[in-house]
């Protein structure tokens, strides 16, 4: 089975269960028969509903943005990646203050570590990303880049996590010594 039809599965199962235990559970409070083929009606039709609606979108922004094999790594909302680069904190920060995308993100920037934050919007929570750099011999910098969403129950990002570290990534990589 792939790895495509194996997300479409995961989400159709926690979109559709989650919804129709919160379903039972309100027929429980307000004192309603709990009806099985009611909830497994429930299951298939929202868990159905929202897998077609929101997993191409996903599938479709993934391959815009280069995947070109899916993988768990790839299709995960949480995305990392570890970059060597010459490349220094300061010069780093300059670099991730001129890139039209990363510089709408806030920043923090403590001794090793440098995260951004990105806004609440119509389409997305937030997402967190925290890149910590470790210095190794011979003047070369470790950079460990980790994007995640905000809310760690997100099972959908619209690829924007992907689009973080890739840029990330790109901005790291084209620095010249």
């Known amino acids: 089975m792939s790895e495509v039809t194996k997300f479409y599965i995961k ?34 039709f929202f868990g159905g509903f929202m897998t077609i609606v929101l997993v ?5 922004t993934l391959r815009k943005l280069g995947v070109t094999e899916f993988t768990p790594d790839t299709l995960s909302v ?6 060597l680069s010459s490349l220094s904190q300061e ?9 039209s995308h990363l510089s709408k ?9 440098i995260h951004l934050i990105s806004r609440f919007s119509w389409h997305l929570w937030g997402e967190i990303v ?3 750099i ?4 011979g003047g070369e910098n470790e950079f460990d880049i980790v994007s995640r969403p905000r809310q760690r129950f997100n099972l959908l990002d619209g690829g924007q996590n992907y689009k973080h570290v890739t840029v990330l990534e790109e901005v790291i990589r084209s620095y010249s010594s």
């Open 78 to 83: 949480t995305q990392k990646r570890i970059i």
């Open 91 to 99: 010069e780093l920060v300059d670099r991730i203050q001129q890139n």
């Open 11 to 44: 989400v159709f199962l926690i979109f559709g269960v989650v919804f129709a235990l919160g379903t039972i559970l309100v027929d429980f409070v307000l004192g309603d028969p709990i009806n099985l083929y009611k909830s497994l009606f429930q299951v298939l």
């Open 105 to 113: 993100m806030k920043m923090r920037i403590s001794n090793n570590e």
């Open 56 to 60: 191409p979108g996903q599938i479709n």
């Open 130 to 132: 925290k890149i910590c």
């Open 134 to 137: 470790r210095t190794l011999e």
